[in-house]
């Protein structure tokens, strides 16, 4: 693990239960697991900027700051976004809580579908010059992750993160 950590030139993680833990609450104070409309989604992150309590699990924190601070890494959030409320909430809430790895927009990367995700890192490390086993993918879909490894890269999923580093 050790030899495979110190390749490593840029993460890539998942937003969404990986680099923050989601916590949202409504008017009276009760935990929001998630919402079946779209509409309502928007209307909540409208109303609450939806990512403002939540927080960058302790592991995964000191996973990413180690490979930025040792490695030079470069970091990046990969998010699916339905909206901008929604994007610019993940997006501020990183800068809150990674201080100094994400500082810019392009520092967080939205699609549409989670299934682009592995294309978008190749193409980054095309565009870059990393090689595949120069990659860390970092999900909490195990299907993801396994993606990314069939693809060469070195991908964990967000438990075995937060065991390893908390």
Request: net charge negative; aromatic share 12%; proline share 1%.
């Amino acid at each position: 693990m050790q030899d495979k950590l110190k390749k490593v030139k840029v993460v890539f993680g998942d937003v969404d239960n990986t680099l923050l833990c989601l916590k949202m609450y409504d008017d009276d104070g009760k935990r929001i697991v998630g919402f079946e409309d779209a509409n309502d989604w928007l209307k909540y992150n409208i109303n609450y900027n939806a990512y403002i309590k939540c927080v960058a699990p302790r592991g995964m924190k000191n996973l990413i700051e180690a490979l930025h601070r040792e490695n030079g890494a470069k970091v990046y959030g990969l998010t699916e976004c339905s909206n901008s409320f929604e994007y610019n909430s993940k997006f501020h809430r990183l800068v809150e809580c990674y201080p100094g790895i994400f500082e810019h927009h392009g520092d967080l990367i939205s699609t549409d579908s989670r299934h682009k995700k592995i294309m978008i890192m190749k193409m980054i490390a095309e565009r870059d010059g990393y090689k595949m086993d120069e990659i860390l993918f970092i999900d909490d879909s195990y299907t993801e992750v396994m993606e990314a490894f069939g693809a060469g890269m070195f991908a964990m999923h967000t438990t075995e993160v937060l065991e390893r580093f908390a």
